[in-house]
């Protein structure tokens, strides 16, 4: 029977050439490590398959925020305890909104107040 961590490799391993339509090369036994450790951070199998899920819905979003991530989602993110703290604080508290291109507009009289 497979563990855990095994299970999560390869539901990873579908999960990404599902999404990607290609087929991702892994080393297992870095691969089972990765994931027996990212199993640890959650409070059980079940948090883990769903954040996976949830990484996958995801990745555009997270990969504009953190390029350093990569264009693609890797089993060695998931191994990071800086990645996944991360990775989670976002996934409770959702993407934070951003606006690029503020313009200030000067909507003060062009004479003092007196003039008016």
């Known amino acids: 029977m497979p563990t855990e961590s095994a299970e999560l490799t390869n539901y990873f ?3 990404w050439e599902e999404t990607y339509g290609k ?3 892994i080393n297992k036994k870095m691969s089972h490590t990765y994931m027996k450790r990212f199993i640890s951070w959650f409070t ?9 899920d949830w990484l996958f819905e995801n990745w555009e979003k997270l990969y504009q925020k953190f390029p ?3 264009a693609t989602p890797s089993i060695s ?3 990071s ?3 996944i703290k991360s990775l ?5 508290e959702g993407f934070a909104v951003t606006t690029k291109d ?15």
Not at 45 to 52: G, L, N, S, V
């Open 13 to 15: 391993k579908e999960k």
């Open 23 to 25: 087929i991702l090369p």
């Open 44 to 52: 059980d199998y079940f948090d883990a398959h769903d954040f996976i």
């Open 68 to 70: 350093t991530l990569g």
């Open 77 to 79: 993110v998931l191994g």
């Open 81 to 83: 305890s800086s990645w």
């Open 88 to 92: 989670k604080d976002i996934q409770a």
């Open 102 to 116: 503020r313009v200030s507009v000067d909507d003060s009289p062009d004479k003092g107040w007196g003039d008016i």
